[in-house]
């Protein structure tokens, strides 16, 4: 018996009623609603990259696609699309029920829990990340302003915001790193 009919094939039994979901499955699923909604990767690492890019010499897009692979990777932040997709779905089905819906379907700016999910997948990335969400939520540069623009009934009250905190994860992700590697090299070669 499967708990949740729709699962996909690679759930795996963990009691006799219930499937867990891999992790594989879940961001597989992350990636595939960003999709549907229009997101691709390279999307979110053009915004990556322009943020970093006065900060980075010889920085590439392909790092910053590695970046935002790297954070997509976390389930907090899948379960974040998840969910904030789902909502932004069934506000266009005119689904949820009234203030909710009209709260979601106008983008009610003292609604706030759009932002509050999307900062809290942001909280894993540090300080760099949570300021950087704020810059990018308020700029809403390339795909994060096209999506907010959306018209024809589309509704990404979320998905803005989502884009923004995987962006901002990658590019903290990304400033650490580089961190890390010069504090290596300068390490390495103070010992020769």
């Avoid at 708990?3 to 867990?20: M, V």
Wanted: net charge negative; proline share 3%.
């Amino acid at each position: 018996m499967t708990y949740a009919p729709g699962l996909p094939e690679d759930a795996t039994f963990y009691s006799a009623h219930k499937k867990r979901v891999t992790s594989e499955a879940v961001e597989r699923a992350a990636e595939k609603a960003l999709a549907e909604r229009g997101v691709r990767i390279d999307d979110i690492a053009e915004i990556v990259f322009d943020l970093q890019k006065p900060f980075m010499s010889g920085l590439t897009k392909a790092l910053c696609v590695e970046n935002v692979r790297a954070v997509l990777a976390k389930r907090e932040l899948q379960h974040a699309i998840l969910v904030g997709i789902e909502l932004d779905r069934f506000a266009e089905k005119k689904m949820l029920s009234e203030p909710l819906q009209s709260l979601i379907d106008q983008d009610e700016g003292l609604f706030g829990v759009d932002e509050t999910i999307a900062l809290g997948a942001v909280s894993s990335f540090g300080s760099i990340a949570a300021t950087t969400f704020g810059y990018l939520d308020k700029v809403k540069p390339k795909i994060i302003g096209k999506v907010d623009l959306a018209k024809g009934g589309r509704v990404n009250t979320f998905l803005d915001d989502l884009i923004a905190s995987i962006a901002a994860d990658a590019s903290s992700r990304l400033a650490h790193r580089v961190r890390d590697d010069e504090e290596k090299r300068a390490a390495q070669s103070h010992r020769k």
